[in-house]
Nanobody
């Protein structure tokens, strides 16, 4: 499974960004897909995840501001990020779980200026 993320960039505080991540290769049986992030000097943390049937989970820090969605036909997961804060600045990584193995995409940088 290969995961290709896109959509990062520089945005002012209060603004919005939409990240996308397309899976290719052996995409059948990908159950959960999600996003994690890692800020400089900090550990990687899970941001949001979504099951194949659409059940979602969010980190408390992004609830009400971020929305994860998924298009199974396109093997793509999205992360709509609204009301961005400076503390959301990080490298964002998408991931996919298939048959017990978690695959990671390359990171995409999100920088929120205050």
């Amino acid at each position: 499974v290969q995961l290709q993320a896109s959509g990062g960039g520089l945005v002012q505080a209060g603004g919005s960004l939409r990240l996308s991540c397309a899976a290719s290769g052996s995409t059948s049986s990908i159950s959960y897909m999600g996003w994690s992030r890692q800020a400089p000097g900090k550990q990687r943390e899970s941001v949001a995840s979504i099951s194949r049937d659409g059940q979602t989970n969010y980190a408390d820090s992004v609830k009400g501001r971020f929305t994860i969605s998924r298009d199974n036909a396109k093997n793509t997961v999205y992360l709509q990020m609204n009301t961005l804060k400076s503390e959301d600045t990080a490298t964002y990584y998408c991931n996919g779980l298939r048959l017990g193995i978690k695959y990671w995409g390359q990171g995409t940088q999100v920088t929120v200026s205050s």
